[in-house]
């Protein structure tokens, strides 16, 4: 990497009108130990529509902005291509890719290959994910992302029943996801992950059960079955708080997540992470890295990056995104520099999520240095009392009564730093 590219990042990319010093961002990658991120992510910011639930950054798609938003985004990831190294795994979420033309994919699947060393991709040993929408895959859009090395779809299936998706605002039609499988597999790509939502206002543990069902029955080696959230600022709080539907109970939700769990057990996929099964070796690789808080790209409008510590995140408005070029960088709208303290709270926050765990002795040492090792230690023997944590040998990791309390557990370890 050039080192001039270190040193300009923060100088380079525009914090609301401040600029960022330069101290500190010089060890980015130029110094030895830190190796270069090998995984990307990049964000599409389009939807046909809003869903209730969604706070994740997205616009309604006029497909007259889709031309340049490519150009941008291209212009950002060449500029982004020298900090990088081989890549293991890409990621394109959104929004809702599949939106993209065709055409437009073509381009930016192109612009990839040009400045990235796509080695491990074409060996078969990267994995290459994009996310998509079942209304929006055709057998024209399938075969470009497979030309281009695309090896994964993540699915936005979120329920088969009409019903639920009407409560979630979610406008697709679930009778389309077998044939949109079947354009997927068609093409050659074998990799298929299904997004699943439980605790939709109304549904029953036999609605969730069917959901579940239905989705295996597409022989996905991967499901996301994520408990509804309420987060603020969504449609669907608002409604909450207006009174138009019941919150499923607690018990509900927990019996659902229990279900889940031994369903797709039974089914051969395996729990990995709180919310995440897979069949053996069929895990996300590219989640993996942000949960083991390893390094990665990021490019497009709200997209977040780490790497070698630092921590930054595009500006979450397109106009702002296309508008301006700061030589390729986008603006950004925070960033934090490195910091053993957050650095260690973050490995913990997604790490204990994970079968996996967490490495104690590196969490232990880490903790020394900041002089908060008794009181991690605390926090762990306080888990492991409840049954929620198991530490023995080098992990900690959740027991499977610990699983239903992994925010109460991390926020206890975290607490313990502060
Ligand atoms: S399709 Fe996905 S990103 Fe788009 S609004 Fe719905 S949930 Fe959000």
């Not at 400045?115 to 057998?139: I, K, M, Q």
Request: proline share 5%; aromatic share 8%.
């Amino acid at each position: 990497m050039p080192d001039d590219i270190a040193i300009r990042l923060p100088m380079q990319r525009s914090l609301g009108t401040a600029r960022q010093p330069a101290e500190g961002i010089s060890p980015l990658l130029a110094r030895e130990g830190h190796s270069r991120p090998r995984s990307l992510y990049i964000h599409m910011p389009f939807c046909t529509h809003k869903c209730h639930y969604c706070d994740f950054y997205s616009i309604v798609d006029t497909r007259d902005r889709q031309q340049a938003f490519t150009d941008r985004l291209v212009r950002e990831l060449t500029t982004l291509a020298a900090l990088a190294g081989p890549i293991d795994t890409i990621f394109v979420g959104g929004g809702t890719p599949s939106l993209l033309r065709p055409d437009l994919w073509r381009r930016l699947l192109a612009a990839l290959d040009d400045h990235y060393d796509l080695a491990a991709l074409r060996s078969g040993s990267a994995e290459f994910t994009v996310e998509c929408n079942p209304e929006t895959v055709t057998p024209e859009l399938v075969s470009v992302l497979v030309e281009g090395g695309v090896n994964r779809i993540s699915m936005g299936a979120q329920s088969f029943d009409r019903r639920h998706l009407q409560t979630l605002e979610r406008r697709h039609d679930p009778d389309r996801l077998p044939l949109a499988c079947q354009h997927i597999r068609a093409a050659g790509i074998t990799r298929l992950s299904i997004d699943l939502i439980s605790a939709v206002p109304g549904q029953s543990i036999d609605d969730w059960d069917r959901d579940l069902r239905t989705a295996l029955a597409l022989r996905t080696e991967h499901i996301s079955a994520y408990t509804l959230t309420y987060e603020s600022g969504t449609a669907m709080t608002a409604r909450l708080h207006r009174g138009e539907f019941a919150k499923a109970s607690d018990d509900l939700e927990a019996d659902m997540y229990e279900h889940t769990v031994a369903v797709l057990r039974d089914a051969g996929l395996d729990r990995y992470e709180v919310s995440n099964y897979a069949r053996p070796g069929a895990e996300c690789r590219h989640n993996l890295a942000y949960w083991r808080q390893d390094f990665w790209l990021a490019a497009g409008p709200s997209a977040s990056a780490h790497v070698a510590g630092w921590r930054w995140k595009n500006t979450p408005r397109l106009d702002e995104y296309l508008g301006t070029d700061d030589d390729g960088f986008a603006p950004i709208c925070e960033l934090e520099q490195p910091d053993p303290t957050r650095a260690l709270m973050d490995r913990l926050m997604t790490g204990i999520r994970l079968r996996e765990g967490v490495d104690a002795a590196r969490a232990i040492r880490d903790a020394t240095r900041i002089g908060k090792e008794q009181e991690l230690r605390a926090a762990v023997h306080a888990a492991e009392k409840n049954a929620w944590l198991t530490a023995s040998g080098d992990r900690w990791s959740l027991t499977d009564a610990g699983f239903l309390f992994a925010d109460r557990v991390a926020a206890d370890l975290i607490g313990a730093l502060i």
